[in-house]
């Protein structure tokens, strides 16, 4: 059988297990995060099936476009929002405004670079779109409001009725679809203008939100370092706000990457909290399918379907390894228990570190952390 057939189906029956274990979660402790996810990883097994049965039978305009709608347009967006729905309660919402703000911009600069003749007035929508979620996503973050998510799951389900109804009405040139003659890789070639455009809205806000996510929450459970300090508390001057906000990200790489000596030490005495390498996994995951995207929008489809199978087996193992969301390892939907319950055990102090929680986030880890 061919790798065209083995890869992307191993990568759909992993991604499909996942969201499986993810809506037992939600069955069981009803969190927006487990769900949310889930439906991501459906559009991830989705569209890789698509892949697979294409490389079984041959590509149709049917395959085609389920296979654009649910890998290039849904699968980041879904997967970012589910990680704002994590970090609700944190800081994490004047990042994923950033990433909205962003993805408008990149509609916009994509439609210059590539003129689609076909776009019409949708740069602008998107644009308009992003740049109006953004700021509401950050005045709610302001206030210390932990409804953010639902303004930005507001944007991404808008996302998905236009995209499937224009995934449904597009007119595709014979004989419907549209492959590198090379690798027999799809590619969105034949496709409007207005859905195509939707993948740097969706795949910009959702991909780095779940990189810059996963990163976040390693950061919020290593043994910190502070070297410089900042606060995001909306009880201050605005000239001090602002001033910190602007400086926020560079103090959280410096602290980062100052806190990494530490945080090798706890890994081999065995005390480093689950969630870090198990977050970084994640984020290395999720930086491999968005790469693999992205290069297959610029033409480059040899390590699609392989960079897409080492993505969720890396967020698998990301999310097996986290003892806060398996603390039990069972049959799904059943009490078979595959492992004895899990716990952390006690974080190793590290000298000169400075609160396990920066300021920024201090209580509020209640919904950062799964439960």
């Not at 099936?49 to 476009?65: F, M, V």
């Not at 990680?83 to 994923?96: I, P, Q």
């Not at 809205?201 to 370092?225: C, D, E, H, Q």
């Not at 999720?286 to 929008?297: E, F, V, Y």
Request: proline letters at 5%; a positive charge.
């Amino acid at each position: 059988m061919s790798l065209v057939v083995i890869l992307p189906a191993i990568t759909s029956i992993l991604a499909l297990l996942f969201a499986v274990a993810l809506i037992d979660q939600w069955r069981e402790r009803r969190r927006r995060y487990q769900i949310v996810w889930a439906i991501g990883m459906i559009n991830f097994g989705i569209a890789s099936a698509c892949e697979a049965l294409a490389g079984a039978g041959g590509w149709n305009e049917t395959l085609y476009r389920t296979w654009y709608l649910t890998g290039a347009v849904l699968t980041a967006g879904w997967l970012g929002l589910g990680t704002a729905y994590l970090l609700a309660k944190t800081r994490f919402g004047y990042a994923y405004a950033v990433c909205l703000a962003l993805s408008g911009i990149f509609t916009v600069l994509t439609q210059a670079k590539y003129h689609y003749p076909d776009a019409g007035i949708t740069p602008a929508i998107y644009l308009v779109g992003g740049l109006v979620l953004a700021v509401a996503v950050g005045i709610e973050t302001y206030f210390q409001n932990d409804n953010w998510p639902r303004i930005a799951g507001i944007g991404v389900i808008i996302a998905t009725h236009i995209g499937a109804v224009i995934m449904i009405n597009a007119s595709l040139p014979a004989p419907g679809f549209a492959v590198d003659p090379r690798t027999n890789i799809p590619t969105g070639e034949i496709l409007p203008g207005s859905v195509r455009l939707l993948t740097p809205f969706m795949n910009i806000t959702g991909g780095i939100a779940l990189v810059l996510g996963a990163l976040f929450s390693a950061y919020m459970f290593m043994p910190k370092r502070r070297v410089l300090a900042y606060s995001l508390d909306p009880v201050q001057s605005g000239d001090v706000f602002l001033f910190n906000l602007l400086i926020a990200p560079v103090a959280i790489v410096v602290n980062f990457l100052a806190s990494l000596p530490g945080t090798l030490r706890a890994l081999v005495q065995g005390r480093l909290h689950s969630r870090v390498p198990a977050t970084i996994l994640i984020a290395v995951g999720a930086l491999i399918a968005s790469s693999t995207d992205s290069l297959n929008r610029f033409g480059s489809t040899e390590l699609f379907q392989a960079g897409k199978l080492v993505a969720v087996v890396l967020l698998l193992a990301g999310f097996l390894v986290s003892i806060e969301v398996f603390r039990d390892i069972r049959v799904p939907f059943t009490s078979l228990r595959l492992s004895g319950t899990r716990a952390e055990r006690e974080p190793a102090a590290d000298p000169g570190s400075g609160p396990a929680l920066s300021a920024e986030v201090a209580g509020s880890a209640g919904e950062g952390k799964p439960g």
